[in-house]
């Protein structure tokens, strides 16, 4: 379960008053649900996914997930409180220099995996998505809608509870747009917790597995 319980976030200005984000923002979102989070440009959706991650911090307020307070996880905590997060980036963010194989056992040499195990689970997790040929190519061998795949197995890659999705389909034509959609909602029925933010009201009407809308611009922030 995450629970945000009168949350307050600004971010300072070179000149100016603060951007306030967040104003006393109070959410229950339950496991298993699918839950969009829409709103316009500075709406706070990015924000409220990198509270979740722990990418920033609330000013006031309290955030709970999986039955932890984020402001009781100790810096030195954070990676170990992550590895039961998958995140989707509009942007890919894909090491450049390794394989579509090798970012995946990345992911899995950073929390403590290694050998034949690992290389199992990286060709279960590539065949599950239909992505194996792609195993040895680089990042810019690959169209948008295959880095998109490649992050989504980078995402479920160690079984998370909670997949976060920044805009998973914003850089991506019609077509791959609709297959990273279904392969979010393949994930869904598996148990994970999934929260999407877009802001583009016709990807949502195509999430047929969504529970809801949380959208910022109509709720109090």
Do not use: W
Request: some cysteine.
């Amino acid at each position: 379960m995450i629970i945000f319980q009168d949350v307050y976030k600004q971010y300072p200005q070179d000149e100016g008053d603060p951007v306030q984000v967040f104003s006393g923002f109070s959410e229950q979102i339950e496991d298993g649900e699918f839950v969009l989070i829409t709103g316009e440009s500075g709406s706070g959706k990015s924000t409220l996914l990198k509270l979740l991650l722990k990418e920033t911090e609330a000013d006031r307020g309290t955030i709970v997930v999986d039955g932890k307070r984020l402001s009781d996880i100790d810096p030195g905590q954070i990676p170990y409180y992550r590895r039961g997060i998958g995140v989707i980036f509009q942007d890919f963010r894909l090491f450049e220099e390794y394989t579509v194989y090798g970012n995946l056992e990345l992911v899995l040499s950073l929390t403590g995996g290694g050998g034949r195990k690992d290389s199992m689970r990286i060709t279960h997790i590539l065949k599950l998505l239909g992505i194996d040929r792609l195993h040895r190519r680089y990042p810019s061998e690959l169209s948008g809608g295959e880095k998109q795949k490649v992050c989504m197995a980078r995402a479920l890659i160690n079984t998370p509870k909670l997949l976060l999705a920044d805009e998973p389909t914003g850089n991506l034509d019609p077509e791959s747009s609709a297959e990273i959609i279904k392969l979010l909602e393949v994930a869904h029925r598996q148990g994970i917790t999934v929260v999407m933010a877009t802001h583009d009201l016709e990807t949502c009407k195509r999430v047929q597995a969504a529970d809801r809308n949380i959208n910022l611009d109509e709720i109090k922030r």
